[in-house]
């Protein structure tokens, strides 16, 4: 029954690798062919990751059949606790470019990797002679030695490193994707990490199925938002031409709002939204939600979807060559599917029909 229940779960996770090996090679092919759209390197980031990723899922897959399954070897085997290291190292590589940090690339990554480099070095290379760990009996036999302690450290390293990405300065003035986009992929970037961490420690099946899934949905996902969602950041920031300075008379708190919204060019956030706009002014919700109905007829998010619209149309009447996704970009939008929905309402016509109209 045991035997039965392996060779069926072999087959499932055969299953899974095929089709991920095919997805990313897929994926990979697809982004390189694109890559020229964004002006960054981060589609032939994932392009060469996800065709190295369908590389490691495929000689996984013809190692579980020809050996042994990641479930019959020992418990934080030297192989499977320094090389996903190593791998783990390249996830940074996106985000970062992505992200567009306001400090310096190469400062991140010394201080990212260089720690990491050295740990899986002396992992790999210092001759350390590895005691195999087949139980939790034998790990406590064994907890005082050094080759024991060392790899649970490198585990424990590589786990912290899984939550390292959260720590990364996000700028929206640079970075071509947005804030909550970030957050996903490090959430996903943690799962992995976590699930490896779970693996490595117990060697269940159920875990190595479920990384599987996480690591294809991973990947995928990240491509489809490259190549469906993510718009292209401006290689040059457009004239923002006159601010609106329409205080009204008397209404000191809508003056300070229009004040905040120009000088600091925070209706471009695309991470802006109510609450934090009233924690910037020292006010709530309500007041500020009210200000703006008082003074504008519109809500909050009706007021920042005009202005932002406006000033893209405005932009392509006056010069109908410009990039309208760069226009996007620039206004606070990360998002194609957010930006052309808004568009279309504030407008009445899909960004094509209006640039079709302006010819």
Same mark, same amino acid.
């Given at each position: 029954?045991?035997?039965?229940? *392996? ?31 964004? /002006? ?22 013809? @190692?579980?059949?020809? #050996? ?18 190593? +791998? ?11 992200? @567009?940090?306001?400090? %310096? ?18 992992? !790999? ?15 406590? @036999? ?15 390293? !590589? ?16 970075? %071509? ?14 799962? +992995?990490?976590?699930?490896?961490? /779970? +693996? #490595? ?42 601010? *609106? ?52 007829? !519109? ?8 202005? @932002? ?14 990039? +309208? ?18 568009? #279309?309402?504030?407008? /009445? ?11």
């Amino acid at each position: 029954m045991f035997y039965s229940l *392996q060779l069926l779960m072999k087959y499932i996770a055969t299953v899974i690798l095929v089709f991920m090996t095919v997805s990313l090679v897929v994926s990979g092919v697809l982004l390189w062919k694109r890559r020229r759209e964004t /002006g960054d390197y981060s589609r032939v980031i994932w392009a060469v990751f996800s065709w190295l990723s369908a590389l490691f899922a495929l000689t996984f897959t013809m @190692r579980t059949w020809t #050996q042994t399954t990641v479930t019959d070897g020992a418990f934080f085997e030297p192989e499977h606790t320094f090389v996903p290291i190593l +791998i783990q190292m390249t996830y940074f590589f996106y985000p970062l470019e992505v992200i @567009r940090p306001s400090v %310096s690339k190469s400062r991140v990554y010394a201080a990212l990797f260089a720690p990491l480099l050295l740990l899986v070095f002396t992992g !790999m290379c210092a001759g350390i002679e590895y005691t195999p760990i087949y139980s939790y009996n034998d790990l406590w @036999r064994h907890i005082g030695e050094f080759n024991v302690w060392f790899r649970l450290l490198a585990l424990v390293v !590589m786990l912290f490193y899984s939550f390292s990405l959260f720590l990364v300065p996000y700028d929206w003035r640079k970075s %071509s994707a947005d804030k909550k986009f970030i957050t996903l992929y490090s959430s996903g970037f943690c799962l +992995i990490g976590l699930l490896h961490f /779970g +693996i #490595q420690m117990s060697h269940a099946y159920g875990l190595v199925l479920a990384h599987q899934l996480a690591w294809i949905s991973f990947f995928l996902s990240v491509a489809w938002y490259e190549l469906k969602e993510r718009l292209l950041v401006p290689k040059e920031a457009p004239n923002s031409g006159a601010m *609106q300075n329409s205080e009204a008379a008397g209404d000191g708190l809508w003056g300070h709002i229009v004040f905040l919204l120009d000088n600091s060019e925070k209706w471009r956030d695309p991470n802006l939204s109510l609450n934090n706009l009233a924690e910037l002014l020292g006010s709530n919700r309500t007041y500020v939600g009210e200000a703006f109905k008082r003074n504008t007829q !519109m809500t909050f998010v009706e007021y920042l979807t005009k202005r @932002r619209i406006d000033y893209v149309a405005n932009k392509l009447r006056s010069n109908p060559t410009t990039d +309208i996704q760069q226009l996007f970009n620039y206004v606070g939008y990360r998002q194609r599917s957010t930006a052309w929905r808004n568009f #279309q309402k504030v407008t /009445g016509v899909t960004p094509a029909e209006f640039m079709e109209s302006l010819k």
